[in-house]
């Protein structure tokens, strides 16, 4: 099986403008989440979708959005973006419950 | 936000030798996951547990879930070149609705040949 794939792998962006980036899970996985990783604050839950619909959400501002489609694909949306944005964004995805499985990553960097 | 303690931060050690690194929470969780990440990569699932004193092997990587469910601990056997990398635990709090991981803060292994 291939496993989950995240486009693009590097972005750069000025301050003030949207990202999207996008996320295709493991056939057959229904839930994606998305982590933000940071040097200062590693590993963060961002949120989780599963069968299109959002089902938890960490502690970030609402210019941080996402979505799923009915084939499970996933986008997140930043908007207005500010420096501290810039971190490797990560996708997972598993079955309803258990192990989750990473992609490679979105490099963000904010200029 | 919240992070588990994780440790050692870092370690040198010798190849050959066995290494072993925990993870302790205030929670409970009802899974622990292990993963290894390399510079610019996502990080890769090594073990996952989902049982209380379950303990479970990959190769010459063991991890056990800790009675108490708020810890738990990974080992290397052996250790070798390429296990140089970034390790992280991961607890579930998976609620029937909804599940996150949240993460610790990573074991540094360099490994001196």
């Known amino acids: 099986k291939a496993g989950v794939t995240q486009t693009p792998r590097y972005l750069i962006k000025t301050r003030g403008q949207q990202v999207t980036l996008s996320c295709s899970p493991i056939s057959g996985h229904r839930s994606v989440s998305w982590y933000q990783q940071t040097p200062g604050q590693g590993l963060q839950f961002l949120f989780e979708?599963?069968?299109?619909?959002?089902?938890n959400k960490g502690n970030f501002p609402g210019r941080f959005s996402g979505r799923q489609f009915s084939n499970s694909r996933s986008e997140m949306n930043v908007s207005t973006l500010e420096l501290g944005d810039s971190a490797l964004y990560l996708c997972?995805?598993?079955?309803?419950?258990?192990?989750?499985?990473f992609g490679p990553g979105t490099r963000l960097t904010v200029l | 936000g919240q992070q588990l303690n994780q440790s050692p931060q870092s370690m040198f050690i010798q190849e050959g030798e066995d290494v072993s690194m925990n993870c302790t929470s205030s929670s409970i969780f009802n899974t622990w996951l292990w993963y290894k990440q390399d510079p610019g990569e996502g990080p890769v699932l090594l073990i996952a547990?989902?049982?209380?004193?379950e303990l479970t092997s990959n190769g010459r990587l063991t991890a056990q879930f800790g009675i108490t469910r708020k810890d738990s601990f990974l080992n290397i056997s052996a250790s070798i070149p390429s296990d140089v990398g970034i390790y992280f635990c991961a607890g579930s709090d998976y609620t029937g609705t909804a599940s996150k991981l949240t993460f610790g803060t990573g074991t540094r292994l360099q490994v001196t040949l």
């Open positions: 547990l989902y049982k209380a004193g």
């Open positions: 979708y599963f069968s299109e619909t959002q089902r």
């Open positions: 997972a995805s598993s079955l309803e419950i258990g192990a989750k499985y």
